[in-house]
């Protein structure tokens, strides 16, 4: 596996780590820390501060049967939550949000495919599949969108993005990434904010596709 | 108590043990692991009621306290305080001494039940690395660990009320990615280092004992 080049900004690491990202972005920053040691250890000294912040923030007294109930209470069965495992190249959250199955993709024109794993409020999160050498058509966005590489590669304005990748991309960015001559790219997007095409008949069929 | 030593790096199983008062006044490089650490390898490894009933007493007042700071109601979070206790107990053969420190792991717990309860949503986490339970802890490597998390605390002590504040609202949930600073002063270089090593050791063994 070639080294990943493009990490996790330290604040959102932070903010993963204390769970005030919002959940499309936290879904992209899960997966960039499942294929990447640096942000594993970045995100692993945010706990520690987390952990000393608990450590200092005073005590509450407790109500007298709390510590007993508990005690009474560790053999009590529960439902295990399923856990999922990286499969292909869909590490382990990725293959929670798909619930275990594979991505359902649907024609965005000229190769391009999606699937949308999440979309509300808080923004929305999908996967995207270009084909060798195409081009994504040239948008800009209103908020914060974070793209990570899963198969592939894409390049655009901010540079050259490979398997474990994270690019950043701020409301400034206007920008046109086009997939590698490789294997098709396949990446996970996020924002917070619906994206803008610029040219027209993207636009036109934006409340169609939702992107 | 466990003891740090050059010529093994095997954790001998604690004596009994009830609550213990914290060590602070430490004036040179500890050779003990912390009691917490402690009891929580007996729970982890043992099973030890005993061991997790100290937990309780030294973790239960401060996460009722933590979890109350972001206005929750007494009742309310003693009940998150229990699931997160208790959770404790079930997951403890995630806890990893060489990566976390005890309340590093229960804070990341705790605010994910935190979550859970009050956003009726699940947060993403990262895969789990897994360790190998076979293999045995490597003493220095928990005392390294314990010593970068304590300079860690000395630092943030040190900060200007201001500073600390900011911190704490940011560990708590309180500030949004745009409102964290990455200049917040408080030094994690190191400890991530230390970490690192530690995962890449990790690495090195998962791949050994392929």
Not at chain 1, 60 to 88: C, I, M, N, Q, Y
Not at chain 1, 102 to 125: C, F, H, T, Y
Not at chain 2, 102 to 111: D, E, F, K, T
Not at chain 2, 115 to 135: N, Q, W, Y
């Amino acid at each position: 596996m070639t080294a990943i080049n493009h990490h996790t900004p330290d604040a959102l690491l932070a903010a993963y780590a204390a769970g005030s990202l919002p959940q499309p972005f936290a879904l992209v920053v899960a997966a960039h820390i499942s294929m990447c040691l640096d942000c594993r250890a970045a995100f692993d000294a945010h706990q520690a501060a987390g952990g000393v912040v608990l450590d200092n923030v005073g005590a509450a007294v407790l109500t007298g049967s709390l510590k007993s109930d508990t005690l009474a209470l560790l053999d009590a069965p529960v439902k295990e939550k399923p856990s999922f495992a990286r499969s292909g190249v869909y590490p382990g959250p990725i293959m929670e949000a798909l619930k275990g199955k594979p991505p359902r993709w649907k024609s965005l024109g000229m190769g391009v495919r999606q699937s949308i794993l999440q979309a509300n409020d808080e923004g929305s999160v999908r996967l995207l599949y270009i084909p060798p050498n195409q081009a994504v058509p040239d948008h800009s966005h209103g908020g914060l969108e974070l793209t990570l590489v899963l198969q592939g590669s894409f390049s655009d304005s901010g540079g050259s993005f490979g398997v474990g990748d994270l690019e950043v991309a701020d409301q400034e960015v206007e920008h046109t990434p086009t997939a590698g001559s490789g294997a098709p790219c396949i990446c996970i997007a996020a924002t917070d904010a619906p994206l803008r095409f610029s040219t027209l008949i993207p636009r036109l069929l934006q409340p169609l596709f939702r992107i | 108590m466990l003891i740090a030593s050059t010529h093994t790096n095997t954790i001998e199983r604690p004596p009994a043990m009830g609550p213990q008062k914290d060590r602070l006044q430490v004036t040179q490089p500890s050779t003990e692991v912390s009691p917490q650490t402690t009891w929580m390898l007996a729970v982890r490894d043992g099973r030890d009621r005993a061991a997790f009933a100290a937990l309780f007493d030294h973790f239960a007042p401060r996460l009722k306290g933590f979890i109350m700071r972001s206005g929750t109601g007494s009742a309310q979070a003693e009940e998150i305080v229990q699931d997160v206790m208790l959770t404790v107990w079930r997951k403890a053969g995630q806890f990893d001494p060489t990566r976390a420190q005890v309340s590093a792991w229960i804070y990341q717990i705790a605010r994910h039940k935190q979550i859970d309860t009050f956003r009726k949503d699940h947060r993403p986490m990262p895969e789990e690395l897994s360790r190998e339970p076979d293999l045995e802890p490597d003493a220095s490597q928990i005392l390294a660990m314990e010593q970068e998390a304590s300079r860690l605390k000395k630092a943030l002590s040190m900060l200007k009320p201001k500073q600390r504040e900011m911190i704490e609202q940011a560990y708590l949930g309180e500030l949004s990615h745009q409102e964290i600073s990455t200049q917040t002063g408080l030094p994690l270089g190191t400890i991530k280092s230390r970490i690192r090593l530690g995962l890449e050791k990790l690495r090195h063994d998962l791949k050994e004992l392929r």
